[in-house]
């Protein structure tokens, strides 16, 4: 089974960008969609982003369009947040998760992936 470990978070001021990284190991990462979700305090769980096992397919909450890629590289066991235009709303733990097999219907809930990250704390303040 695949383990995943996040990275990359911080504080930034609203406008920036950051960028998370979520590297795997233990499993060949190619055979795992993988998605970002974020949690912020006195919250549930929410969906931000998915791409399926080679990239070929990426969903977006809409809170994310426009201004997050989501990506990965298999060659690195690494998929990848690029956020920009970041806003305090994007405060936030936001985790990896991972789903051996083919995209699910329900890519957007949480109980769709069975791994996941201990989250990284992504703070957009001024």
């Known amino acids: 089974q695949v383990q995943v470990v996040e990275s990359g978070g911080g504080l930034v001021q609203p406008g920036g960008s950051l960028r998370l990284s979520c590297a795997a190991s233990?499993?060949?990462?190619?055979?795992?969609?993988m998605g970002w979700f974020r949690q912020a305090p006195g919250k549930e769980r929410e969906f931000v982003a998915v791409?399926?096992?080679?990239?070929?397919?990426?969903y977006y909450a809409d809170s994310a369009k426009s201004r997050f890629t989501i990506s990965r590289d298999n060659a690195k066991n690494t998929m990848y947040l690029q956020m920009n235009s970041l806003k305090p709303e994007d405060t936030a733990v936001y985790y990896c998760?991972?789903?051996?097999?083919?995209?699910?219907?329900?890519?957007?809930?949480?109980?769709?992936?069975?791994?996941w990250g201990q989250g990284t704390q992504v703070t957009v303040s001024s």
């Open positions: 998760a991972g789903r051996r097999g083919n995209l699910s219907g329900t890519y957007f809930y949480s109980s769709s992936y069975g791994y």
């Open positions: 791409i399926t096992r080679f990239g070929n397919t990426v």
């Open positions: 233990g499993d060949t990462f190619s055979n795992y969609v």
